[in-house]
């Protein structure tokens, strides 16, 4: 079985630049998960979708950030404009369910912001 | 609100080590706890979980009980190997909600 892709692995952007990231979760997968990893800390949800729908971005910065989830597969983060405190690594995550809360990790974007 | 405080690291140990990692947590209900490891250059896994009190999660070795009298999820192994080298994190996760929310996570290394 496929595990989460996600794309880019790397990038570094300049701040007030614009970058985005993919995910495609394991098929079959209802639940999709954004989550932001700062160095030396654990990751902290930006966003969780069921299917299309979104169910939590109480995290979300919306001034800045966005995402979508269209045809309940695979989703983009957006970050526009950047800022150097989002520098992070950018974690996708999925699930068949809410359930149990278990979940399957991509290997995650690296973010630089110079 | 929810959350998790894990040992602060770094953990250095020989081989054949035992090793223990606390974790305690905060929560309004009664969640599920989680154990995730992360390999170098690799994404979180899930390595073992408990859904209840008193559960006993296992997996490679590592094992965790579900303590809610002590509000704990500390995870043991009895033998630790340079290939368990890491950064463990512990998590808890409401039922139903789905999300996590995550301990800031314990690099351990273990020495040949």
């Known amino acids: 079985e496929a595990g989460v892709a996600q794309s880019p692995r790397y990038k570094i952007i300049e701040k007030r630049q614009s970058v985005a990231f993919w995910c495609n979760p394991i098929?079959?997968?209802?639940?999709l998960y954004w989550y932001q990893q700062i160095l030396g800390q654990g990751p902290k949800l930006l966003i969780q979708?069921?299917?299309?729908?979104?169910?939590?971005d109480s995290q979300l910065p919306k001034d800045r950030f966005s995402a979508e989830r269209l045809k309940g597969v695979d989703s983009t983060l957006k970050i526009q404009p950047a800022k150097l405190e989002d520098s992070a690594v950018y974690l996708c995550?999925?699930?068949?369910?809410?359930?149990?809360?278990?979940?399957?990790f991509g290997q995650g974007t690296r973010l630089t912001v110079v | 609100g929810n959350s998790v405080t894990q040992m602060e690291g770094p953990v250095t140990l020989s081989e054949e080590a035992f090793l223990t990692i606390n974790c305690t947590y905060t929560a309004t209900g009664y969640p599920s706890l989680f154990w995730y490891v992360q390999y170098p250059g690799e994404g979180l896994q899930l390595l073992l979980k408990a859904t209840k009190a008193d559960d006993k999660g296992s997996n490679k070795g590592f094992e965790a009980t579900y303590r809610k009298e002590t509000t704990s999820f500390h995870l043991e192994k009895g033998s630790v190997q340079v290939s368990d080298s890491a950064v463990y994190f512990c998590?808890?996760?409401?039922w139903g909600a789905g999300k996590s929310t995550f301990g800031d996570g314990t690099t351990l290394t273990v020495k040949p």
């Open positions: 098929s079959g997968h209802a639940t």
């Open positions: 979708f069921q299917n299309n729908g979104v169910v939590d």
């Open positions: 998590a808890l996760s409401e």
């Open positions: 995550a999925s699930s068949v369910e809410p359930g149990q809360g278990e979940a399957f």
